[in-house]
């Protein structure tokens, strides 16, 4: 099997994947209509299977594989996903036009007559002067953000609901999503006289189903996650005839955002080596390669996904869509378990690979894009870029032309701060550090000059009595990587211990917040858990755990998401772990034990 034609820097390893080759009451006014959990528990489904009403085949239920997002990575900018399994299960066309399945040139029909432009603009194609100057790449910016939602999701909505007849948009539509398609749907049914209801976990920011019944949609809130809403919402769809809008998993969908490819390709003439395009479901994906390949198959198409939320890479590699046991939240727009069915069908047959990328790089082009455009991007709006500049440095590309889709701007404005923390960090302009200083007269004098002329951006200090030492935990500003290597050696030389806790998220997330230093408490066990943003979730938590076990430590901090990263730390006898496990699988939040990190080793115990 050929792999990439493009040849890896000395530094970089060989392609382990090669590419394919070319060719519940709320602290804030209640919506329309809320409803608690507890009513659609009857509704509620396996997470080992999976509902097929995409409209290409007969409903079923179909069993996926349960993977671990760990279980493939590779490192970023590097060119994954496709395997020998992709290939030798790509042969699908016969079988899935047997099943109803649209052909390439009825995607392509489809794309070239949509009727999107009733409610979206034809987006502007803009250069990043300075980001192509600093990789050496012309990078084009496909301005989905300043769609009239701020998304590209209004167009996929709009194209499958324009075509529905005039008895169904009477009966009504309804869908399921915690953000961008809930408002290209809500904006559709208001350019169509339809009524639409839009089903939103509980968990939902308050702006976000704000800005859903602005556009005068009906908004139901139910359940803790979208798993939740969307299996009221199908019932729904059922029971009250409305027409049930896929957020990706439709051939309309799927082509209406196609148009995006259509526009690319008109508005770039020139040479195109690559479009980056982030990916959750795979709608926009789909649809651009789909259109894309047709007409400029030389172009590769890559998606680009967060390294916690990888669903389709594995998806890819495995040869058959599978379903991640935990997603990761930060890129909320993208942070899907399983892909859609049809978007993985063409995205086996068409796409070259994906690129994963951290949440640090993501945080760095937020900024990017800030300082290009002042205009700040949502995590999976800049995630495209991220993408784009990764694979370019991980290539050493030169002179190249690649495109990246700015998907969306709804930002939650909480999670600003975290944006701002993690943004140096990923453009590896400032280091998360810990030095170990003996406490002894004139020590701190002396650290300081060893940190000599860099900057230093945060400053903790505390002294362990039992040790006779003080653990300073600290970040520094860099404008090269030679200066913190330089500064380590000038630490260890001084006999000064300083570890690199940059890429440590238990670091950045929770301990650089935490400064009470190591305890000397027996059969202390450390886990992040998984909150909800709702009420009571601290309560349920706490009576499933206390007062069975003392809670040792717990550190929470907003970060705007739907899903709370909680540090928490419990005395657990060794003869008690077995019912520990039961309790924490029954409480329903995520959870990881932090026992063999290493900062939690080297400052906590």
Known sequence: MESLSLSPPPHVPTLRYPARASTPSLPWPRPSKILSAKASAATDTSVETEEKKTGLSSSAVVQLKKVSSDSLQYESGCLGGISERTVSSSSSAAAAAAEGAPNALAYLTDILSSRVYDVAIESPLQLAPKLSERIGCSVWLKREDLQPVFSFKLRGAYNMMVKLSREQLDRGVICSSAGNHAQGVALAAQRLSC?????????????????????????????????????????????????????????????????????IVRQLKGPLHAIFVPVGGGGLIAGIATYVKRVRPVVKIIGVEPSDANAMALSLFHGERIMLDQVGGFADGVAVKVVGE????????????????????????????????????????????????????????????????????????????LVTELADVGRKREAVLATFMPEEQGSFK???????????????????????????????????????????????????????????????????????????????????????ERPGALMKFLNAFSPRWNISLFHYRAQGETGANVLVGIQIPNADMDEFRDCANSVGFEYALEMTNEAYRLLMQ
């Open 195 to 263: 009524n639409a209801v839009i089903v939103m976990p509980v968990t939902t920011p308050e702006i976000k189903w704000k800005s859903v019944e602005r556009l005068g949609a009906t908004v139901v809130l139910i359940g803790d996650s979208y798993d939740e809403a969307q299996s009221y919402a199908k019932q729904q769809a059922e029971l009250e005839g409305r027409t049930f809008i896929p957020p990706f998993d439709h051939p309309d969908v799927i082509a209406g955002q196609g148009t995006i490819g259509m526009e």
């Open 342 to 417: 049809e978007t993985f069908r063409l995205s086996r047959d068409l796409v070259d690979g994906v690129v994963l990328v951290g949440r640090d790089t993501i945080c760095a082009s937020i900024k990017d894009m800030f300082e290009e455009k002042r205009s700040i991007l949502e995590p999976a709006g800049a995630l495209s870029l991220a993408g784009a500049e990764a694979y370019c440095k991980y290539y050493g590309l030169k002179g190249e032309t690649v495109v990246a889709i700015t998907s969306g701007a709804n930002m939650n404005f909480d999670r600003l701060r």
């Open 446 to 532: 002396k650290f300081c000059e060893l940190v000599g002329p860099m900057n230093i951006t945060e400053f903790k200090y505390r002294y362990d009595s039992c040790k006779g030492e003080a653990l300073v935990l600290y970040s520094v500003g860099l404008h090269t990587v030679g200066e913190l290597e330089a500064m380590m050696d000038r630490m260890e030389s001084s006999q000064l211990k300083t570890i690199d806790l940059t890429e440590n998220d238990l670091a950045k997330d929770h301990l650089r917040h935490l400064m009470g230093g190591r305890s000397n408490l027996e059969n202390e066990l450390l886990c992040r858990f998984i909150f909800p």
